[in-house]
């Protein structure tokens, strides 16, 4: 079987993401927050890192109000220069009313990567070991490296191989949730 690459898998499933209807991308979105909410992890964290919908991704942004408005921190990245920066948002006026994402530009209230005790990432491919695919900047890999925190990938089920090719430099995740439930790198 011939293995893709990291470019061809990133073309094929950033298109297959991008082909969703709006519908189906709201639809599949709404089960996995679900299973974010069932699992229960936001309720044992404190400094969350979640992330604005980008690409087609799946959008949990519904949470953010909920973790602002029981008194925990909300951070979101941000990319500056060729990395992410971890801005907290502190208030829900930050965040753009219709997306409930944020507003650019914004003040950035710096939080570093150690400070968080649950990272929840997007990423356009995860396989089974854990290993993440991005958009092709590493801006992930730079950051993740840094995070003890649980690392949760949140994806649609279509974006989780067996296997996907994986370099040294690479960060992976913990756990994947999708709309079809949690599994745990292996
Ligand atoms: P992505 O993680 O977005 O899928 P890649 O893993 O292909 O992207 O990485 C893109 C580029 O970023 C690579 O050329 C890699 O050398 C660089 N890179 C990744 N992680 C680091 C790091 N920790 N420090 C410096 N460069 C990095
Ligand atoms: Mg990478």
């Known amino acids: ?4 690459s990291k470019e061809e898998l990133r073309h094929t499933i950033r298109s297959l993401r991008k082909n969703l209807s709006s519908s189906e991308h709201k639809r ?4 996995i927050l679900e299973n ?4 229960g992890i936001l309720e044992r964290a404190t400094v969350i890192l979640a992330f604005c919908p980008f690409d087609g991704e799946p959008d949990i942004s519904s949470i ?4 602002i408005k029981s008194g925990k921190k909300l951070v979101l990245p941000k990319v500056v220069g060729n990395s992410l920066r971890l801005c907290r948002v502190g208030s829900l006026e930050l965040l753009n009313a219709g997306t409930f994402c944020i ?3 914004v003040e950035c209230e710096g939080v570093q990567p150690e400070e968080l005790d649950l990272a929840l990432v997007p990423g356009v491919a995860f396989d089974r070991k854990g290993c993440r695919l991005g958009m092709g900047k590493g801006y992930y890999d730079r950051t993740l490296g840094r995070v003890r ?3 949760v990938g949140v994806a649609f089920s279509f974006q989780v191989f067996e ?6 430099w690479d960060q992976g995740v913990d756990a994947v949730i999708t709309e ?7």
């Open 1 to 4: 079987m011939k293995v893709l």
């Open 180 to 186: 079809e439930g949690i599994f745990y790198r292996r």
């Open 28 to 31: 599949l979105s709404q089960r």
């Open 149 to 151: 925190a649980f690392k």
């Open 163 to 168: 296997e996907i090719p994986c370099d040294p």
């Open 36 to 39: 974010i909410q069932a699992l």
């Open 103 to 105: 507003l650019e530009p």
């Open 64 to 67: 953010f109000a909920q973790i």
